[in-house]
């Protein structure tokens, strides 16, 4: 029997360790979203950190709903293992956390008024925030939200809790915690902002400007991909390390992390795990969110339709590559010149990175929350696109396959796993076969697409024609015709 990964004694040579002491280092960053994406990215970047300059940086990682992980880091003095997947895996244990908290938001919230907490950091996915990011607004509909806002000193959901903490910390007179979103959205730092702003004001004026003046939010790019652990993850870490660890991650090499350099209650030296410091993320941010994530969506939907069930099978399909190579090109247009860019060499770096056969990411995982994803990923571009007078097929071709991808669902009866699910199925079903209809009225679905986008009658009909097109003929042979126009 495999005993439990519960100290760093007799790991094999070739298992890489903390290079410090942990027990010497206090806690200095709370955050919220314990799941692998946090595992494998800041929390590696703030083990390199440890290791180069110490200091009190160590992490109290929180799930605010699920404890699964919490427990099992629990049982484990904090340590998981980090899979690092490539021609030979690396199996690399990290120590940052000093504690993990899980379904407790009152745990949560006492541990965001602690002095000695000085980075608030959250992975909790684009659907968490409850912000309205059109009205760069709370958004008063969003179901913690909603609930937060009748008992804000009780607080369930993200915006709730940050805004109690900081209120309690500013009774107390203690400074507050800089606020760091590592989500994939446009703009992740002031968006927070205004959800937090929008969130304190309805509750307190004097304690929305006290946050306006003192508060920091530091906006991030983060990038690795870490698909979702496996039974398969898990022996493969029983294999390497001997031990059987239920909180370990696997991951590609390849991580990125660019941030904007304010943080008034200091921080750890990330960049001795690679962290880029800038004054401004936005071109970084908007390559990443069209680019990667951008043609990561059309592998999903694309993959999903032509059952091609891994990232990897879609970069090897000889006529679905060359088109995600030309989603790319064309989100790449629409960056900003002189930013230092290059565009074409990050498409070839994210083609290579999308085919490491040792990393199995599931289309379907992401699938998931297509209409909290899109937006950034290809309304956006295909706005700027429309400006410019560029070419949008490719952002049609896209947004075709999630349409039929919704239609394939809707036809074995199954709700998207999207937090607007049900309506999306809904409003499929209401369509029939008809695409005019389908495509109207879910791109109609407010907040989702500029009016920009939905005004162009041109953009629309070309939606419509590549979505017939796919119901009748297959998207194999609509891919066909895509290659050679
Ligand atoms: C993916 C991202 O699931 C998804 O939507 O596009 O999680 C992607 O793998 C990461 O952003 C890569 O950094």
Redesign the pocket.
Same mark, same amino acid.
Do not use: E, P
């Given at each position: 029997m495999t005993t439990r990964l519960t100290d760093l004694d007799d790991l094999p040579a070739n298992v890489l360790t903390p290079r410090y002491d942990r027990t010497a280092h206090g806690t200095g960053i709370l955050h919220l979203g314990l799941g692998a994406?946090h595992r494998a990215h800041q929390a590696v970047a703030t083990d390199d950190a440890l290791a180069d300059a110490g200091g009190d940086w160590r992490i109290l990682g929180a799930n605010l709903r699920s404890r699964d992980v919490s427990q099992a880091m629990g049982e484990q003095d904090g340590l998981y293992t980090v899979l690092i997947r490539d021609r030979q895996d690396q199996a690399r244990i990290i120590g940052a956390h000093s504690a993990a908290l899980g379904g407790d938001p009152a745990a949560i919230l006492r541990a965001a008024c602690d002095p000695a907490i000085r980075i608030l950091s959250l992975t909790v996915s684009e659907k968490a925030y409850g912000i309205d990011r059109a009205a760069m607004d709370v958004d008063d509909d969003h179901p913690a939200v909603a609930a937060d806002l009748q008992r804000p000193d009780a607080p369930q959901g993200v915006l709730g809790i940050i805004t109690a903490a900081l209120s309690k910390r500013r009774s107390n007179g203690i400074s507050p915690f800089t606020v760091l979103s590592c989500d $994939?959205l446009p703009d992740n730092g002031p968006l927070l902002r205004a959800g937090v702003l929008g969130f304190a004001r309805r509750t307190d004026k004097a304690l929305g400007g006290w946050i306006e003046d003192e508060v920091a939010f530091p906006a991030t790019m983060?990038?690795?991909?870490?698909p979702a652990t496996t039974d398969k993850t898990l022996q493969d870490v029983r294999d390497l390390t001997g031990r059987d660890d239920l909180a370990a991650v696997e991951t590609e090499p390849f991580s990125q992390w660019v941030i904007e350099d304010h943080f008034p209650q200091g921080r750890p030296t990330w960049e001795a795990g690679g962290a880029e410091f800038v004054r401004d993320v936005r071109s970084h941010e908007a390559m990443?969110l069209r680019m990667? $994530?951008g043609a990561?969506?059309l592998i999903?939907y694309a993959g999903q339709l032509l059952d091609l069930p891994h990232v990897r099978d879609a970069v090897a399909d000889p006529q679905l590559a060359p088109l995600i190579l030309r989603h790319m090109q064309a989100a790449g247009e629409t960056l900003p010149r002189g930013a230092g860019l290059d565009p074409d060499r990050y498409a070839r770096a994210l083609m290579d990175r999308f085919a490491n056969p040792a990393i199995a990411?599931q289309t379907r995982?992401?699938a998931?929350?297509g209409t909290e994803?899109l937006p950034q990923r290809w309304f956006a571009p295909t706005a700027d696109t429309l400006k410019t007078g560029g070419d949008t097929r490719p952002f049609a071709f896209a947004v075709a396959t999630w349409l039929a991808w919704l239609a394939a669902l809707a036809d074995r009866d199954e709700t998207p796993n999207d937090p607007r699910g049900p309506a999306l199925l809904k409003l499929t079903r209401e369509a029939g076969g008809d695409s005019g209809t389908l495509a109207g009225s879910v791109l109609a679905l407010p907040g989702l697409v500029p009016t920009g986008v939905t005004g162009s009658t041109d953009f629309m009909r070309t939606v419509v024609r590549k979505l017939t097109e796919i119901r009748s003929l297959g998207l194999r042979e609509v891919m066909k015709q895509e290659a050679v126009a």
């Open positions: 994406f $994939n983060v990038d690795r991909i870490t990443k990667l $994530n990561h969506s999903a990411h995982q992401i998931m929350d994803k």
